[in-house]
């Protein structure tokens, strides 16, 4: 299991490493090769109620129902402005990467990925995640490679002061990859803004890119 696991990172670094950096620089747009009607026919065939087809977020939760790692729940719902605690994120994420399996329990998925090492200190299953929290985890889950900065002029976001210089640099790292994007501010400016909770919505947008589906 360990030796597949090892293999199923390896095959997904490298397509985080080559995928698109072209991803916009706010949460509100997404590139997918996806149409509006195939998002829709996904989205019909799950019933869920509470996305439209042409939402801005609708093509990463509709991959990931595609590929059964969401789905909604007995009313029909993602509720994608809703955030995420540490079980639901964890366990996705493991999930993604093959570290769990897809048919594992929520709980023991968690468990795998502190057993992995990808879940940060302070994170439970009951946590409400935040931005840096998921960014965290997915660096470490692709052990991405990255260098601490402490030169404001080499970090893309405004809120320098909001990171420890080694998280601007995974920050960089992911946002380069196009895995993270930011807030506009004005003035060709953009803030990450790290200790904003991330919505399911853009959990799911994250968790796309991850696996190179949008």
């Known amino acids: 299991m360990k030796r597949l696991t090892s293999i199923v990172l390896v095959i997904a670094l490298l397509l985080l490493s080559?995928?698109?950096?072209?991803a916009a620089s706010v949460p509100g747009a997404v590139y997918t090769d996806q149409t509006v009607d195939e998002i829709k026919s996904i989205l019909q065939s799950a019933r869920v109620k509470d996305v439209n087809s042409?939402?801005?977020?609708?093509?990463?939760?509709?991959?990931?129902?595609?590929?059964?790692?969401?789905?909604?729940?007995?009313?029909?719902?993602?509720?994608p402005q809703a955030t995420n605690n540490g079980l639901e994120a964890v366990s996705i994420v493991a999930k993604a990467v093959g570290i769990a399996?897809?048919?594992?329990?929520?709980?023991t998925a968690f468990q795998?990925?502190?057993?992995?090492?990808?879940?940060?200190?302070?994170?439970?299953?009951?946590?409400?995640?935040?931005?840096?929290d998921v960014a965290y985890m997915v660096a470490k889950a692709f052990n991405l490679p990255y260098i601490s900065?402490?030169?404001?002029?080499?970090?893309?976001f405004a809120d320098f002061l909001a990171f420890t210089p080694g998280e601007?640099?995974?920050?960089?790292?992911?946002?380069?990859?196009?895995?993270?994007?930011?807030?506009?501010?004005?003035?060709?400016k953009y803030e990450f803004r790290p200790n904003n909770t991330i919505t399911k919505a853009e959990?799911?947008?994250?968790?796309?890119?991850l696996m190179n589906l949008i």
């Open 112 to 132: 795998k990925a502190k057993e992995a090492g990808i879940v940060g200190d302070g994170i439970t299953m009951l946590t409400i995640m935040r931005r840096i």
């Open 168 to 188: 601007r640099g995974m920050v960089k790292a992911l946002t380069e990859r196009g895995i993270f994007t930011g807030y506009a501010i004005g003035g060709g």
């Open 54 to 79: 042409d939402d801005w977020y609708a093509p990463g939760i509709s991959a990931l129902i595609r590929i059964g790692l969401i789905a909604p729940d007995s009313s029909g719902n993602i509720n």
């Open 18 to 22: 080559t995928g698109s950096v072209l």
């Open 101 to 107: 399996n897809r048919n594992d329990s929520p709980e």
């Open 149 to 156: 900065i402490y030169n404001r002029n080499l970090f893309p």
């Open 203 to 209: 959990f799911a947008t994250v968790v796309a890119r």
